[in-house]
């Protein structure tokens, strides 16, 4: 393959910014993000949702990575890579305003023979239906006679710093089998897992969306064991250990189900599933379950505490980590609001501690964060334990129940307390 590509990268979250950094090591790339502050910290060596070090920062700007917010200083760039969000809206319908907006602007810039590669998750179709006729309309070019494109979904795992982005093996599409060859080459030189070529786009943006949603399902089926057996009587954990002693039992936990990939993915392909119709009552049932559990958790922690005779209006509730998964800053759609949420219906004074977070960040601006952990102070009618964050594993149960009143409440969700009042 020659190496004369160079890369724009648009969109520099969790997705884009490391497969910037990975492909700075062979190639020439531009890293464009429409935030400007976000700019100005990656220039600086500075990566806030932590995926990147600051080494790995100034490595890739030492490669002669560029790091920009006008897509008209990416106009010699021959490939764009697109990884911006693909979010649902309040009503749970996908959202793909960022995706329809990126490709706006990459048209604008748009040369004959350029190659335009989307890895945002999205329902099939979405690519050669929806992107396209942005890219012919803004750049006036002819697909597949002027321009290609190309698909490879994102597989980054927030937080997992053993599963980085060259080391996950990565499904590559193309829109023609030349351009679906190179396309293939280009994640092939950088992706030491090796890549997984898929015969059309849609089968690739197809096999993408249904990942995220079979671990919907599965945990949904978990978290109605959970209640099954929380009605029983019985300790789900224990049934999943006995269970698990059979070979083909696949072991899974209950949890909250948050974040950019779970808890929306399976929206894109209902969505496209309804538009045909067809209604997946599997999947719509999976997430309805799944979006209960954070009304289950405040639930218990209230009939405790009711239990216990402890007063609700103006009781202190004390929740331990707010992020949708453990040992990361990422709070996207996180679950954990939901509980806070309920709780304070019921005129509960929350408080909320999680070290992991950056508190100026818009999204947790307006969260009753404390900056550390009042242990000792007996302050709490109820702790919960929402994310199982290492050092959250690591404390005493003597430490948790010196952060409650009598009788301590402690709601473990995580599995990470020794003797919790209640467990999911």
């Not at 884009?16 to 502050?37: M, Q, R, T, W």
């Not at 999204?363 to 900056?371: N, T, V």
């Not at 302050?379 to 959250?392: E, L, P, T």
Request: net charge negative; glycine share 6%.
């Amino acid at each position: 393959m020659k190496n004369d590509k160079k890369i724009c990268i648009v969109g520099l979250g969790y997705v884009g910014l490391p497969l910037a950094h990975a492909f700075s090591e062979k190639y020439k790339v531009v890293g464009l993000d429409i935030n400007k502050e976000r700019i100005d910290e990656l220039k600086n060596g500075f990566d806030r949702t932590l995926e990147l070090t600051e080494t790995q920062v100034k490595e890739a700007i030492a490669n002669g990575m560029e790091f920009i917010s006008d897509i008209k200083d990416a106009k010699e760039c021959n490939v764009f890579v697109v990884t911006v969000p693909t979010p649902i809206d309040n009503e749970n319908e996908p959202d793909l305003t960022p995706l329809i907006k990126s490709s706006q602007a990459v048209g604008t810039v748009l040369k004959k023979g350029d190659i335009v590669i989307y890895e945002s998750t999205v329902y099939p179709g979405v690519t050669e239906e929806v992107c396209v006729p942005e890219l012919e309309k803004a750049s006036g070019l002819k697909f597949n006679e002027d321009f290609f494109c190309g698909y490879s979904p994102e597989r980054i795992n927030p937080g997992d710093k053993e599963h980085t982005v060259t080391k996950i093996l990565k499904i590559t599409a193309g829109s023609t089998p030349q351009i679906a060859k190179e396309v293939d080459e280009l994640y092939k030189s950088i992706i030491t897992a090796g890549t997984h070529l898929a015969p059309s786009i849609k089968v690739a943006e197809a096999a993408k969306v249904i990942e995220n949603t079979q671990r919907d399902v599965n945990i949904a089926l978990m978290n109605e064991l959970a209640m099954i057996f929380d009605v029983m009587g019985i300790d789900t954990n224990a049934v999943l250990e006995a269970a698990a002693t059979k070979w083909n039992f696949i072991k899974l936990s209950p949890g909250l189900v948050g974040g950019h990939c779970i808890g929306v993915d399976p929206y894109y392909l209902t969505h496209k599933a309804q538009a045909l119709g067809y209604t997946p009552n599997l999947i719509l049932g999976a997430r309805h379950i799944n979006n209960g559990i954070s009304k289950l958790i405040a639930d218990k922690a209230i009939k405790y505490m009711i239990k216990a005779d402890k007063k609700l209006n103006g009781a202190n509730v004390l929740v331990m980590g707010v992020t949708f998964k453990e040992n990361c800053p990422d709070m996207r759609n996180t679950k954990v609001v939901d509980i806070i949420s309920e709780l304070q219906d019921y005129e509960c004074n929350v408080e909320v501690y999680d070290y992991w977070v950056d508190k100026s960040d818009k999204e947790s601006k307006e969260l009753p964060f404390i900056d550390e952990l009042p242990l000792g102070s007996h302050k709490y009618d109820a702790v919960i334990v929402a994310v199982g964050h290492d050092k959250f594993k690591e404390m005493s149960m003597a430490e948790y129940e010196s952060l409650c009143s009598e009788p301590p409440i402690i709601i473990d969700v995580k599995g990470v307390v020794e003797k919790p009042t209640w467990r999911l």
